[in-house]
C-alpha cells in the first residue's frame, strides 16, 4: 500500500476497507460486574444476537481483539489489570465504556475503593449510560462505533496526524451526537 | 519369578531399572497456576492461585477484593432509602432478594410492619429474582463443561422473568422497589396472568435443563463424586443456602425462621441431598428453581387485597436500636445487622453475604482435586463477586 504511506489513499479502497473492518470486529468482553450480565445477554442471547450486526464476541484473547467492552465497576486493585488488557490489543483498538459505573463511578462516586471512571485509565470511544444499560443500549453503542469506523480516514495516521484514540471525540449514546 | 528363565528375570530386572530411571528423570516440579482475575468460571473478578502437582492440585487459595465496592462504608453516608439502591447490587442476579432483609431490619427497629398484600407482593418479586438467579446458573454451568448450548436456554427464558420484574418495577434488574413501609407501587393490570403463563415456561425450561445437562451422562461422569464437602465441614465454614442442603443438612429460612414475608401461607418441598458433591448442588438448585416456580403460583393464587404501603412518616428517622435480620437468598443466607443511632441514616451496617461463607470453602474442597475439575467445582458453589467482595 505505497498510496497509504505517502498520505493518499484511493477513496473507493479506503470506503472498501472501512468497511470490512466495521463489520468483523472482535470484541474482548471485559465483564466486572452486574453489568456483565447485560453485556452477557446481549452478546450472548437468542433475543438481542449480536453477530447479526457483524461482531463477533468470543475471541481467545485481548490479543486478537479490535474492540473491547469494559462494563462494570473498576476497582482501583482491578486497574492494573484493565490498562494491561488494553496494552495487549493490537491498534486500531476501540473501547466502549459500559455503565455508570466504568463511566464516571456510578453509585460508588464516593467510595475509596472504586476508579472513578475507566476514562482515567484508557481512552473510551463510547460511553454507554444507565445501571445497567439494557442490551439494546449497548447495541446502539456498538452501531455507533461501526459508524464512526466506516468514515475513518485511514491514511492520517501517516500523514502525520494524530489518529491517537485520546483525540477522537467520545460518543454518548442517547446523547445526542453522532459519528 | 520361579518358572520365568534366567534371560527373562534380567531382562525383567533390567526394565525395572530403567522404569527408576526414567520416574527420576520425569520427576515434575510444583507449578502455580494463576485462574482469574478475569476468567469465565468466576462469574466475575475472583482469582484463584492454586499449586500444581502434575495435574493435581496441592493447595489453592482464593484471592477476594477486585471486586471490593466498599458497601459498609458508603451504607454510613447514605439515607435509609438510598440504601436499597447499593444493596441491589451486592448479588446482582438476585437484586431484589437483596433488599428485603435490610428493609426488614430496619421495618424491625422502627416497630412498622408491611400490610399483607406487600408482604405477598414481596415474596412473589423474591422469588421471581430467585428463578431468574438460578436459571442463569443452570446455563452457566453448561458453559463451565464445554456445553454451550444450555447457556442460551437460560438467556431465553430469564429473559421473561426479567420482563415480569421490569413490569412491576420498571428495571429489569436493579428494581430498587422496595420501600420502608410496603412497596411503592401496586402489580400492574395483568401481572397474575401473564406471570402464570412464565412460570408455566420457567417449568418447561427446568425439564429442559434436565434432560440437556443434569441427565446428560458427561455432566454426570464429571460431577458425581468431585468436590465432596461433607456435612460436618459444610457446618464448620458457615456454608449456607443449595450449598449446605446438598450436604444432606436440611437448613432452609423460608421454613425455619418468622419474618413478615408470606412463606408461611405457601407449603413447599426443602429439597436435600445426601451426597454433597457438584452434582448434588446442581440437582438441589434445580429443584429449588421448580420449587419457586410452584411459590410463586400459590402466592398468586391467594393474594390479598388492600393497600401496599403503611402509614410511614415522610422523612424516615429510625430510632437508635440494632436490629438483625437475615432471609433466605438465591445464594444463601444474606443478612444485615444495621446499628441506628437516631438518624436519617445507619450509623453502621454488616452485611452477612451468603457466597463469601460459600466461597471460604474453596481451599478446603480444592486440595487434591485435578485441574478440569477446579473448575467444575468452582462453577457448582456458585457464588457472585458482588456477593464475596462487596
Ligand atoms: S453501572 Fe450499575 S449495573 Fe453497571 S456495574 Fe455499576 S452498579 Fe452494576
Redesign the pocket.
Known sequence: MGLVDRGRMPGAIEKLMNLGRSYSMWVYQWG????AI?MGAAFASPRYDVMRLGVIPLPASPRQADLVVV???VTDKMAPAVLRLYDQMPEPKYVIS?????NCG???WDSYSVTKGVDQLIPVDIYVP???PRPEALLEGIVLLQQRIKHEDMAAKWRGETTEPLRREPIVVGGGNVA | MTDLSERQQLSYIAGQAADARLNVELETEGMTLNIGPQHPATHGTLRIIVRLDGEQVVWAEPSCGYMHRGYEKLTEVRTYPQVTTLVN?ID?LGSFANEVPFILAAEKLMEIEAPPRAQWIRTILFELSRIANISLFLGDLGVQLGAVTPAFFAFRDREHVLNLIESVTGGRF?PNFDRIGGLKDDLPKGFVDETRRVMRKMRTYCDEIDDLLIGNEIFQARTRGVGIIPKDVALQYGLSGANLRASGVDWDLRRDQVVPMAWDDVDFKVWTHPDGDSFARCWVRLQETREATKIVDQLLDGLPAGPVMAKVPRIIKVPAGEAWVSTENPLGEMGYYVVSKGDLGPFRVKIRSASFNNISVAPWVLRGVYVPDVITILASLYFILGDIDR
Do not use: F, I, K
Open positions: 466486572l460486574a452486574c453489568c447485560e462494563s462494570g465497576t459500559m455503565g455508570s459505573c466504568a456510578g453509585p460508588y444507565g445501571c445497567p | 447490587r446482582w436493579h
